[in-house]
């Protein structure tokens, strides 16, 4: 049972437990608790079948104090604009604890894009882009891909936003196909940022990374590719799930072979040999990695005391609900919270958008070794911040990013 509590619950929530233990500053907390800008756009478009159709899209963007807004856009039934403006919050701790010259933005449609063609999709893309070109650019907002968006998507935003500015602008976005100026290693990048997290709570753990088990939530871009990275490593997953339900072989699944059966039927239930199980039984698998990569609130006061991982990386946005976040901490579990597990895919966009700037073309050793570099330092800082003051990873994550954005406000002062 989900409690009743919306993301930007959870976000506000998180960023009052910061500033007390920030001490901030009344003014700055206010500051930061409400974005920038709200955008809420009308998108009028042409179905297939001659019919016109109205979506609601919008675009939240947080904070710019560090630099450009940066945050991805997501279509999904369900999208909000609560739930996007926490998001575009957790960006900004995000951009911040990777140390990365950027601020936080959201943004989403509410469609179901399983139920569009290619060619709807399209049409929906370049009129949303339209909608947004006053407030979107390299310099002031750089979109990236979200749940039930790709490289596609970026590649209609890139040419819809220079077909108005009259010549190519690459790095108006990120995510991008490599073919039109995107970064060998974004499309894995979010992924590759949770095991490499994954891999230094082991340690700390005196856990080694082969054989260990790992269980992932989620089958999308982000769960599949961990699942791929995790097996490639010599870890061993036991279980992997999306939106339909999930399956379990405590032998060893083959992350490949799933792929390509859920590329034939829709999902991975019903994969040969395995047991099918719910996500809520996913969840509660004893495993010693657990991969939250779906949806927000997924781990929540009912269920997180049946969690039986040993850790819990986060590749989802605010997977796991404060509350949670204590029993975590009462049972010994491990948790890389999101601002650090999943900020590998911001990362390499932020190496594409410089990249793109200079028209430069980094390879995937390269974009690989500066993303490890990058994730690691952020995960030792939090862990000493962590230590130091005894407080929850997520806690101390929370103190890095929000008191570099704070840090940042006040010496830029407020204008007028």
């Known amino acids: 049972m989900v409690e009743a509590k919306t993301a930007l619950d959870v976000a506000l929530e998180q960023l009052r437990i910061a500033a007390e233990k920030l001490d901030l500053d009344p003014g700055v907390h206010e500051m930061l608790k409400h974005p920038k800008r709200s955008l809420i756009v009308s998108i009028i478009t042409r179905r297939d079948n001659g019919e016109t159709s109205v979506f609601t899209g919008c675009r939240v963007q947080h904070n710019d104090a560090r630099g450009p807004f940066k945050g991805g856009i997501r279509y999904h039934p369900n999208v909000t604009l609560d739930e996007v403006t926490a998001l575009a919050m957790w960006m900004t701790w995000k951009c911040a604890v990777a140390d990365i010259p950027y601020g936080g933005a959201k943004g989403g449609v509410c469609c179901n894009p399983k139920e569009m063609s290619k060619g709807e999709l399209e049409r929906l893309t370049r009129r949303y882009t339209s909608l947004l070109l006053d407030f979107i650019g390299p310099y002031r907002d750089v979109p990236a891909p979200d749940v039930y968006t790709n490289a596609q998507t970026m590649a209609w935003i890139m040419d819809t936003f220079s077909q108005f500015k009259g010549y190519s602008v690459p790095e108006c976005v990120t995510g991008k196909p490599i073919s039109v100026g995107g970064s060998e290693g974004r499309a894995e990048a979010t992924s590759r940022g949770v095991v490499l997290c994954a891999r230094e709570a082991a340690k700390l753990l005196g856990l080694k990374m082969k054989d260990a088990t790992v269980a992932v939530q989620g089958f ?3 769960g599949w590719n961990a699942a791929k990275i995790a097996n490639d490593w010599g870890c061993k997953v036991i279980a992997v799930s999306d939106s339909r339900g999930g399956i379990y072989f405590r032998e060893g699944l083959n992350p490949y072979k799933v792929y390509e059966h859920k590329s034939k039927t829709g999902s991975v239930v019903d994969y040969p040999r395995c047991r099918n199980i719910t996500n809520e039984e996913l969840l509660e698998l004893e495993c010693d990695v657990l991969i939250p990569a779906a949806l927000e609130n997924q781990i929540t006061r009912a269920n997180a005391d049946k969690i039986k991982a040993k850790i819990v990386a986060e590749g989802a946005n605010g997977p796991t609900t404060p509350e949670a976040d204590k029993v975590f901490h009462e ?86």
Do not use: C
């Open 331 to 416: 049972k010994g579990i491990f948790l890389v919270p999101d601002i650090l597990a999943n900020s590998g895919g911001v990362t390499v966009s932020y190496f594409e958008w410089v990249q793109n700037l200079t028209r430069e073309h980094w390879t995937l050793d390269e974009v690989n070794r500066k993303l490890e570099v990058k994730i690691v330092k952020a995960f030792k800082d939090i862990h000493k911040i962590s230590k130091q003051n005894e407080e929850y990873m997520r806690t101390a994550a929370l103190i890095l990013g929000i008191g570099r954005v704070s840090e940042a406000i006040k010496t830029l002062g407020l204008w007028p």
């Open 220 to 222: 999308g871009s982000v």
